[in-house]
């Protein structure tokens, strides 16, 4: 790979975000040893701005690192998981109760609009998964609490390392949809409490399915 480019944003970033998919995509599995040296030459790139991308993952959870051994990509314990999801849960139904409360019918219409997004999607897996996320990111902004965004967010990239995704398990597309399908009738009810409820029922059973 030749050298990345410095614009339009610091190198470092740039090499985070290239990890960050890899790590994602699990071309660098759970567990893993991160080879600096092999990196640095295939990003055409000094040891520097690796270590400092390197650094910014491991901020947002994705990398652990180990002292006198190096760089990881983290592992995800049960306990990890379940404290991801408890606190997704919270976060994201108390966002979402907020959106039943307040939203403008435009907002009203583009969640609408990404439901029956997700409910076409519902054959193609990868399809299903980048519109999921897209509804949830959404609802979280119209909800407009940027520190709520910025845990969620952190969080979300945590949830991703999980080698056994929800969404994965037999059936848990289809009951996924129709929990969708729960959220989005309370929340066009402008039912604030029924809304937080259905969403955090939502991520409970998210949680069961991932375990």
Known sequence: MSALSLAPRA?????AELLRQRIFSRELEPGSWIDELKLAEEY?????????????????????MKVRRGAYVTEVSDKDL???????????????SV????ATDAQRSELQALHAELEAAVKDRERFFAINERFHIRLLEIADNRWRQQMVSDLRKVMKL?????LLKTGRISESLAEHRAVMEALLSRDAALTRERM??????GLEAAT
């Open 11 to 15: 190198l470092y970033e740039e090499v």
């Open 44 to 64: 055409g790139i000094s040891r520097t701005p690796l270590r400092e991308a390197l650094k910014v993952l491991a901020a947002e959870g994705l990398v652990t």
């Open 82 to 96: 379940a404290d991801v999801y408890h606190l997704l849960a919270l976060l994201e139904s108390d966002g979402a």
């Open 99 to 102: 959106v039943a409360e307040r």
């Open 162 to 166: 999980n080698r056994h995704n929800s």
């Open 200 to 205: 955090h029922q939502h991520f409970q059973n």
